[in-house]
T-cell receptor
Framework: KQEVTQIPAALSVPEGENLVLNCSFT??????LQWFRQDPGKGLTSLLL?????REQTSGRLNASLDKSSGRSTLYIAASQPGDSATYLCAVIGNTDKLIFGTGTRLQVFP | SQTIHQWPATLVQPVGSPLSLECTVE??????LYWYRQAAGRGLQLLFYSVGIGQISSEVPQNLSASRPQDRQFILSSKKLLLSDSGFYLCAWSRGLQGNQPQHFGDGTRLSIL
């Protein structure tokens, strides 16, 4: 059974810092891994999707990497801003075609 | 462009009352549709998914049911709500199977049971 873990559970940093959020999964047989952002009381916004054949994806200040064999992904946020404050979720899809989510990292960036 | 709508945004219901949450998708056809629940302090749990009209797969035994009466409409229902049904309900859609397409989420419905 696939399990997804995210560490740290919460993170508070000053504006301008570069951040790394971690995601690990127990079953390496995945099709893709997706990173989401969730603002308080809101739905999920898709940030990046990495196919199993890819090593990384970039969008603006965000860079996500995938090491499928070791069951790990990282989300790198460069030059963090207060607007980046949110909960970040990673999720994987395997052969069941269902997203399995981690419990998220709650990020606070203060000015 | 594609959009997904959920309503209502918030709902307060007494125990034992019925429930109907609606989700619609615009700008695409034959999407895969999903209902998730996010309980306080827990991750998202997939409740139902659908690959076509009238086709519903249930992931966990529960007090809820889902229906897909039209291609881009997905409804979450209950005949009698329980306290444990409280949570944040999210609808999502994706284009294809085999996990090669991202899922896109609506803004959610916060359901409180009294």
């Amino acid at each position: 059974k696939q399990e997804v873990t995210q560490i740290p559970a919460a993170l508070s940093v000053p504006e301008g810092e570069n951040l790394v959020l971690n995601c690990s999964f127990t079953d390496s047989a995945i099709y893709n891994l997706q990173w989401f952002r969730q603002d308080p009381g809101k739905g999920l916004t898709s940030l990046l999707l990495i196919q199993s054949s890819q090593r990384e994806q970039t969008s603006g200040r965000l860079n996500a990497s995938l090491d499928k064999s070791s069951g790990r992904s990282t989300l790198y946020i460069a030059a963090s801003q207060p607007g980046d404050s949110a909960t970040y979720l990673c999720a994987v899809i395997g052969n069941t075609d269902k997203l399995i989510f981690g419990t998220g990292t709650r990020l606070q960036v203060f000015p | 462009s594609q959009t997904i709508h959920q309503w209502p945004a918030t709902l307060v219901q007494p125990v034992g009352s019925p429930l109907s949450l609606e989700c619609t998708v615009e700008g695409t056809s034959n999407p895969n549709l999903y209902w998730y629940r996010q309980a306080a302090g827990r991750g998202l749990q997939l409740l139902f998914y659908s690959v076509g009209i009238g086709q519903i797969s249930s992931e966990v035994p529960q007090n809820l049911s889902a229906s897909r009466p039209q291609d881009r409409q997905f409804i979450l229902s209950s005949k009698k709500l329980l306290l444990s049904d409280s949570g944040f309900y999210l609808c999502a859609w994706s284009r294809g199977l085999q996990g090669n397409q991202p899922q896109h989420f609506g803004d959610g419905t916060r359901l409180s049971i009294l």
